[in-house]
């Protein structure tokens, strides 16, 4: 393991992913802990200095969000082949962690997760920043139910690196919005409807668009109309049926246009129900990594699961390699 990064001091690794390491450290010069990912840059020649110059990019833009919803950017250096980005050290656990624990989360702690992570994607909407891979793996909640978003420009950076070199697309299959799974340029309502998927999931225990392989959750992404989650769990109040139906519109002019909008629905309608007063257990696990960054960039297996449908075993190659994992 690595001991140091720029002025960094590597205390230990918190986790590997497809595009590098992701490591615990210290900033000496002001003594605070921090969570540094690093990207590997070790790409062919030609594909280096466009790859790099839009990870930088993305990252600046990323570190210009300052709100309490979205993980923090401290910093960003590249050392030798690796490009890092300080950020802050969060003690939690990520969303997908506590979905997994098997219980339904009470309504009104769902809804208030919605409304935190809605908070913080109009922020970033309104600074012309688009996630583009909302899911449970990318949320993280800390003490007290606060809840974080982590990857912001990140995830895109990476999408569009590949897709100058594949054309295909990026993103978790059961997350992406119908414009996503067709190639469409996106826009900030393409992040409401993945918060919208995410929403149905945490009230359910399933997500609304689902199937046997990658090509079939595409389907139904863009064709099938979902049963209204109070079918599915009738502490579901039956107008939170009708703000999730207008978050996963497949028309974009019958979408939420502004995420601010998704939140007031969200909140009025919270507002409404009785507290469950259940603390949510963030107590770190296994599986939790600070930071809110999967241990397993799960975007990433997804992709090469698609591309091995849908496209050349060149390409499917040529993927692999980019993301360092194997077909």
């Known amino acids: 393991m690595i001991s140091q990064l720029g002025r960094y001091e590597v205390l230990g690794e918190l ?20 969570a540094i990912k690093t990207i590997n840059l ?20 990323a570190g210009r969000l300052s709100h309490p919803n979205i993980v923090t950017i401290h910093d960003l250096g590249k050392s030798g082949d690796v490009a890092y980005i300080a950020m802050e050290f969060l003690q939690g656990r990520e969303l997908r962690d506590i979905m997994d624990d098997g219980e339904l989360l009470p309504v009104d702690q769902a809804l208030d997760i919605a409304i935190q992570v809605a908070q913080g994607l109009a922020y970033a909407h309104e600074h012309e920043i688009v996630h583009r891979d909302i899911k449970p793996s990318n949320i993280m909640v800390v003490r007290d139910g606060h809840v974080k978003i982590a990857d912001f420009g990140i995830a895109r ?6 897709r100058t070199q594949t054309g295909m697309v990026l993103g978790s299959p059961k997350y ?26 945490m009230l359910t225990g399933q997500v609304p668009f689902n199937g046997d392989n990658v090509n079939a ?41 502004d995420a601010k909008d998704f939140a007031a629905d969200l909140r009025a309608c919270r507002d409404t129900l009785p507290r469950s007063g259940k603390q949510i257990d963030v107590s770190p696990s296994r599986s939790a990594v600070a930071a809110g960054l999967s241990q397993a960039f799960d975007s990433s297996a997804a992709t090469l699961r698609l591309a091995a449908l849908t496209a050349t075993s060149e390409d499917v190659d040529e993927l692999s390699k980019t993301l360092r994992l194997k077909p």
Do not use: W
């Not at 950076?157 to 590949?162: G, K, L, N």
């Not at 209204?228 to 049926?241: D, F, G, Q, R, Y």
């Open 157 to 162: 950076m990476a999408s569009s690196a590949v």
């Open 15 to 34: 986790g590997q992913g497809a595009m590098g390491v992701v490591y615990k450290a210290k900033d000496p010069l002001i003594d605070r802990v921090v």
């Open 42 to 61: 070790a790409l062919a020649l030609d594909e280096k200095e466009e790859y790099e110059g839009r990870f930088y990019q993305e990252a600046k833009a």
């Open 217 to 257: 959750i595409m389907y139904q992404t863009v064709n099938a109309i979902p049963v209204p989650p109070s079918t599915l769990n009738s502490a579901v109040p039956k107008m939170i049926n009708f703000i999730v139906a207008k978050a996963l519109a497949k028309k974009l002019d019958e979408r939420y246009q």
């Open 176 to 201: 992406m919005s119908p414009e996503q799974v067709m190639g469409k340029m996106l826009d900030q309502r393409s992040d409401i409807f993945s918060l919208g998927v995410m929403l149905y999931e």
